[in-house]
């Protein structure tokens, strides 16, 4: 699906592509100090039905961020979110997650569901911005630093 966003167009699709996967992993890495590795992502693209993987692409069609996520029962569980640091602030992560929404809903989902560093202002305010809010607190979930996740919920995924 191409849309458009603050003059950028961006195409959000599945994840099929391999020389994507490795896109992916440099962005994981990038962007988190806890990184999936290939195995566990080989392992979620084996999940069918479950388990989902979305990329967003610039102009150029090289992949600048992914969303994956599963669809259990009516909820949405976004499990990984992230954006290539010279990407970000330009509306592919807002349009990434709009379209994971969307096709939440497709899938059956109803609500959705995600954890963030507490520290994750820029997260955060994305997923405040597109209707979530903190519905609870691990403690010391996250290492490397310990530091709290904030469970957010969005109630009603399908006004999006």
């Given at each position: ?16 592509l ?11 890495l990038?962007s988190?100090?806890?990184?999936w ?5 080989l392992?979620?693209l ?25 669809r259990v029962?009516d ?8 954006v ?17 929404l969307?096709?939440?809903t ?9 954890e ?5 202002e820029a997260?955060?305010r ?8 903190v519905a609870g607190?691990?403690?010391?979930y996250?290492t490397?630093?310990v ?14």
């Amino acid at each position: 699906m191409r849309l458009g966003m603050d003059r950028s167009s961006w195409v959000i699709e599945p994840l099929t592509l391999p020389a994507d996967l490795e896109t992916i992993l440099e962005i994981e890495l990038a962007s988190f100090v806890n990184p999936w590795t290939r195995e566990m992502y080989l392992a979620e693209l084996e999940n069918h039905g479950v388990s989902f993987c979305y990329v967003v692409r610039d102009s150029s069609q090289q992949v600048v961020g992914y969303c994956s996520f599963w669809r259990v029962l009516d909820e949405l569980h976004i499990n990984n979110l992230a954006v290539a640091p010279s990407q970000r602030g330009r509306g592919a992560g807002t349009t990434l997650l709009h379209e994971v929404l969307r096709e939440g809903t497709r899938l059956g989902a109803r609500r959705a569901t995600l954890e963030v560093r507490r520290s994750n202002e820029a997260a955060r305010r994305l997923y405040e911005r597109l209707g979530f809010s903190v519905a609870g607190v691990r403690q010391a979930y996250y290492t490397h630093p310990v530091e709290d996740a904030l469970i957010l919920w969005r109630e009603d995924i399908s006004h999006d």
